[in-house]
């Protein structure tokens, strides 16, 4: 077979296109891998903020531990948006409280998850200071908002 110049352009074209495809496969993560990963995460995003309230109600709390439990929320909140790739609602086909509101109003859960963003950053800030009631008042408005963005996108019987 006479191989043309054109023809090797051809070929070139539809192995680098193949590989463009496949490179993005494998970048994705399978909707049902995005739920199960998504939910481990808000346990320990749960985890961590239950310990920091623990602490804010216990009669010595350890400062120390409240920044670094404030720190760590705070490195766990920013990625929210990105835990929820579009197929991975209920059509995933594994149990998820994610409701499709989140893929059709993407800019209010999106607006959820930066309010977190802003308020946990916020928080670590002031536990840096050590003033537990501050710490508790910043504390009360990051539950709000987590509340916020479960009243609505997150089912209530899951
Ligand atoms: C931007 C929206 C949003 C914010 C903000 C948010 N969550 Fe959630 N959360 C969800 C959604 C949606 C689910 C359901 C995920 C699923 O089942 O796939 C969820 C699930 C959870 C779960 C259950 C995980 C499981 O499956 O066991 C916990 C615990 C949780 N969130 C804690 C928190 C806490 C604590 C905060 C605040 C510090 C918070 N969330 C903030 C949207 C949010």
């Given at each position: 077979?006479?191989?043309?110049?054109?023809?090797?352009?051809?070929?070139?074209?539809?192995?680098?296109?193949?590989?463009?495809?496949?490179?993005?496969a494998?970048?994705?993560?399978?909707?049902?891998?995005?739920?199960?990963?998504?939910?481990?995460?808000?346990?320990?995003?749960?985890?961590?903020?239950?310990?920091?309230?623990?602490?804010?109600?216990?009669?010595?709390?350890?400062?120390?531990?409240?920044?670094?439990?404030?720190?760590?929320?705070?490195?766990?909140?920013?990625?929210?948006p990105?835990w929820?790739?579009?197929?991975?609602?209920?059509?995933?086909?594994?149990?998820?409280?994610?409701?499709?509101?989140?893929?059709?109003?993407?800019?209010?859960?999106?607006?959820?998850?930066?309010?977190?963003?802003?308020?946990?950053?916020?928080?670590?800030?002031?536990?840096?200071g050590?003033?537990?009631?501050?710490?508790?008042?910043?504390?009360?408005?990051?539950?709000?908002?987590?509340?916020?963005?479960h009243?609505?996108?997150?089912?209530?019987?899951?």
């Amino acid at each position: 077979m006479r191989i043309s110049k054109t023809n090797l352009g051809r070929m070139f074209g539809a192995i680098a296109l193949t590989g463009m495809i496949s490179g993005v496969a494998l970048a994705a993560v399978a909707p049902k891998d995005a739920v199960v990963q998504r939910q481990a995460n808000f346990k320990k995003i749960g985890g961590t903020f239950k310990a920091l309230n623990d602490q804010l109600r216990s009669p010595a709390p350890d400062k120390a531990q409240i920044m670094v439990l404030a720190n760590q929320l705070k490195s766990l909140t920013p990625g929210i948006p990105t835990w929820f790739p579009v197929g991975s609602g209920v059509e995933a086909g594994v149990k998820t409280a994610a409701k499709a509101e989140i893929w059709q109003k993407p800019d209010v859960f999106k607006g959820h998850a930066k309010a977190l963003q802003v308020e946990t950053d916020k928080l670590a800030g002031i536990a840096g200071g050590g003033d537990i009631e501050a710490i508790k008042a910043q504390a009360n408005v990051v539950k709000n908002k987590c509340s916020a963005c479960h009243s609505d996108f997150r089912q209530k019987d899951s």
